[in-house]
């Protein structure tokens, strides 16, 4: 039984790994956004890889408001709380409360159930740059990366990829430090989050949400932190409308490639 167990998980890792090393679009990132991405794409046939960091993903959005397991949705993006699933209710007007806890997980089981492989616990620490566009993305073990072990990676080649990092924008920054490249900003470079102002960010992580450079995609906080807009807090609306918005765009990208 024992060597059955073990034996069970490495075959299957194994050929879900290797079902990923060549995929129509790579997400950077499990926060609410790449989540949602993930599952419009899937659920459109297209195939798609999520690769998060950490042993969840979900992001910020697990941890509510300083650990208040309760989040703020607006009623644009009442239509795929619904879709989902999500239990919500009024506070104001044009306001809802959602349990954290239950939308993240839910993200998560939908973009599974649709299609989407999720692979935890793995780290991009570069990306692949083929005639002027990014085809790809440098992978490796999270705690490799942690730690800062000499570990060579292994390479994942993709149509578009998408960074949905959060703050850090990790994928945009890489690219620009070690290709001297513009990207498509106001400045041609990655600006940084501004402070806190959650109307206008509510709206401008949706307006950022775009192609920065080709073959890379930015979405959710992301988005933001690469036009050098504002952090908008506890208030979801915008990062899912942006995970909604970016697969959209994806999609059509991706089929003027096949």
């Known amino acids: 039984m024992e060597y059955l167990v073990s034996k069970g998980i490495v075959d299957s890792y194994f050929e ?92 998560i089981y939908h973009a599974s159930k649709a299609g989407a492989t999720l692979m935890n616990c793995i780290s991009v620490e570069d990306v692949v740059i083929q005639d002027e566009k990014v085809n790809g993305v440098v992978i490796n073990w999270a705690p490799v990366h942690r730690e800062r072990m000499h570990v060579d990676p292994i390479i994942v080649t993709a149509k578009v990829v998408l960074d949905a990092t959060g703050h850090d924008c990790e994928v945009a920054r890489i690219l620009e430090r070690k290709n001297g490249i513009k990207l498509n900003t106001p400045t041609g470079s990655v600006i940084g989050e501004r402070s806190m102002s959650v109307y206008e960010a509510e709206k401008t992580t949706i307006e950022n949400t775009k192609e920065i450079y080709p073959g890379l995609f930015v979405s959710g906080m992301a988005a933001n932190g690469v036009s050098g807009s504002f952090r908008m807090g506890p208030i979801f609306g915008g990062m899912l409308l942006s995970g909604q918005k970016v697969a959209n765009t994806i999609l059509n990208a991706v089929n003027q490639t096949v």
């Open 16 to 107: 879900k790994f290797k079902k990923i090393l060549n995929v129509d679009v790579a997400i950077v990132g499990g926060g609410p956004s790449g989540l949602l991405a993930s599952y419009y794409l899937a659920k459109n046939g297209v195939n798609v890889v999520l690769f998060e960091r950490k042993l969840a993903p979900g992001g910020g959005m697990w941890g509510g408001a300083m650990m208040f397991n309760d989040i703020i949705v607006q009623h644009e993006a009442l239509p795929i709380v619904n879709e989902l699933g999500i239990n919500h209710k009024p506070y104001a007007e044009g306001l809802y409360v959602i349990d954290s806890l239950q939308a993240t997980s839910s993200l």
